[in-house]
C-alpha cells in the first residue's frame, strides 16, 4: 500500500497527503512584512499542485528579528488581514497552512533592524556573526512575541504554527553550545538550552489550547565543530515530546560560512544513493520518539519519498527547493509521472531572492 497519499492527521490539522512544503523564504512580502498577492498566489499554486500541508517562510515576530529583504512578519495585528486571502485560498484547494513563526537573533540584519542583533551570548566572528547578548527581560519578552505571533497566525485562520528552531537562527541558537554560552538559567546543560523553547511551546498551548496545531524544526546536526549535534537533538525531542509538541520536521546546518552543509546544500543529487541528507537523524529519531516525524533535506524521487514512510523512517515528506522549481510536483506523481523531482539543489534560485526579486528557479527560466 502506498503512505504517501494517505489522509493523515496532526493534533486536530487533517490532511489529503503525507507531502509538505517546507518553509522556503519567498522574498515577496511587502515592505512592512504583510503578505502580498504574489505570495498569495503561490500558496494556491503548491495547494493546486496537491501539497497537504503547507508552511509558510519564516515569519519574523518582532521588528527586530528581521533576517532578511521582504521577509514576512507578523509583529502587529495590523498584519493579519493580509494573511486571511492567503488561507482561504489554501483551504478552497483541501489543503492546510501553518505559519512558520520565527526571530534571527544574532541573525538579524542590523540593517534592517536598525540596532545591534542579539542572540544567547555576545559573539563577534568576522564576516559571519556579530551580537549582543540578549538580558533576562528581553527573553521574557521574546516568549510573550512568540505567543502573541501565534494568536494572530490563528486570527488570521492559519491551522497552525511551526517555531523556527533550526538553521542558526534564534531558537536554535539557544539550543546550540556553538551560540549559547550563558552561564544563567537559559545556557550550559541542554535542559537549560532548551528553556527557551519549552516556555514559547507552553506559553503558546496555554493560551491556544491543546487542539491548536504546534510544529518544530530544529536541526538534527549545526555542523559546527562545537555546536548542536545528534546526541542532544534526540534529549530535545524527548523534551518536546513531554511537553505536547505535535510534530517534529528535521533539518539541519546554517548558511553561516562555519558550518560544514549548509541548510541548503549545494549537491549534485542524480541518485537514489545520494538523497536524504538526515536519514541516519531520522532512524535515530524514530527509534525512540513517537511524536510524528517530518524529514526533509534531500529528497528527491518519489521512489525514495514512498520508501521512507514504507521503512518507517519519516511520517511526512517535506520538500523545499523541488517546489520552487516544480510547484505541481506531487501532482505529477499522484497522476503516475513518477519521474524524480527536476531540481538540481545548485542554490541558485536564491540569488534573486537575496536581491529583492523573490524567488524563483532561475534553471527553469532559462530554458
Known amino acids: 500500500m502506498n503512505k504517501l497519499f494517505d489522509k493523515a492527521k496532526i493534533n486536530q490539522m487533517e490532511l489529503k497527503n503525507r507531502f509538505v512544503r517546507s518553509a522556503t523564504w519567498e522574498g515577496l512580502a511587502n515592505p512592512d512584512g504583510s503578505c502580498s498577492g504574489k505570495i498569495a498566489d503561490m500558496m494556491l499554486e503548491l495547494a493546486k499542485g496537491q501539497v497537504g500541508l503547507i508552511i509558510t517562510s519564516h515569519v519574523y515576530i518582532n521588528k527586530n528579528g528581521q533576517a532578511g529583504i521582504r521577509q514576512l512578519g507578523i509583529y502587529s495585528d495590523q498584519l493579519i488581514s493580509s494573511y486571511i486571502k492567503i488561507v482561504e485560498k489554501v483551504h478552497r484547494e483541501g489543503s492546510k497552512i501553518i505559519m512558520q513563526i520565527a526571530h534571527a537573533g544574532g541573525r538579524a540584519s542590523a540593517k534592517l533592524i536598525k540596532s545591534q542583533p542579539f542572540g544567547p551570548s555576545s559573539l563577534k566572528i568576522k564576516d559571519v556573526l556579530s551580537c549582543r547578548e540578549i538580558t533576562t527581560s528581553e527573553i521574557l519578552k521574546m516568549t510573550e512575541d512568540f505567543k502573541m505571533a501565534a494568536v494572530r497566525a490563528k486570527k488570521a485562520g492559519f491551522d497552525g504554527v511551526q517555531l523556527h528552531g533550526a538553521h542558526g537562527y534564534l531558537l536554535s541558537q539557544f539550543l546550540s553550545p556553538f551560540f549559547n554560552r550563558r552561564e544563567d538559567e537559559y545556557g550550559g546543560s541542554i535542559e537549560n538550552r532548551a528553556r527557551l523553547i ?109 520508501e521512507l514512510l514504507e521503512k518507517d523512517l519519516a511520517d511526512y515528506i517535506s520538500l523545499c527547493r523541488p517546489l520552487i522549481r516544480e510547484p505541481d510536483l506531487i501532482k505529477r506523481w499522484q497522476e503516475g509521472d513518477i519521474k524524480r523531482a527536476t531540481c538540481i539543489s545548485c542554490n541558485k534560485c536564491f540569488v534573486p531572492t537575496r536581491a529583492g526579486k523573490g524567488i524563483y528557479c532561475v534553471v527553469e527560466n532559462q530554458r
Not at 524527548?238 to 552543509?261: R, V
Not at 532512524?283 to 513517537?290: A, D, E, G, N, P
Open 198 to 306: 519549552l516556555e514559547i511551546l507552553q506559553a503558546i498551548r496555554s493560551e491556544l489550547g491543546k487542539q491548536f496545531a504546534i510544529l518544530i524544526k530544529i536541526n538534527s546536526d549545526d555542523f559546527i565543530e562545537g555546536g548542536f549535534a545528534q546526541s542532544e537533538m534526540m534529549q530535545v525531542s524527548a523534551m518536546l515530546e513531554s511537553a505536547g509538541i505535535d510534530a517534529i520536521e528535521l533539518s539541519g546546518g546554517t548558511s553561516l560560512k562555519i558550518s560544514k552543509y549548509s541548510s541548503s546544500r549545494v549537491s549534485k543529487i542524480d541518485s537514489k544513493e545520494k538523497e536524504v541528507y538526515y536519514r541516519d537523524a531520522a532512524k535515530l529519531y524514530k527509534k525512540k520518539m513517537s511524536v510524528p516525524l517530518i524529514l526533509v533535506g534531500g529528497i528527491r524521487s518519489y521512489e525514495v519519498a514512498k
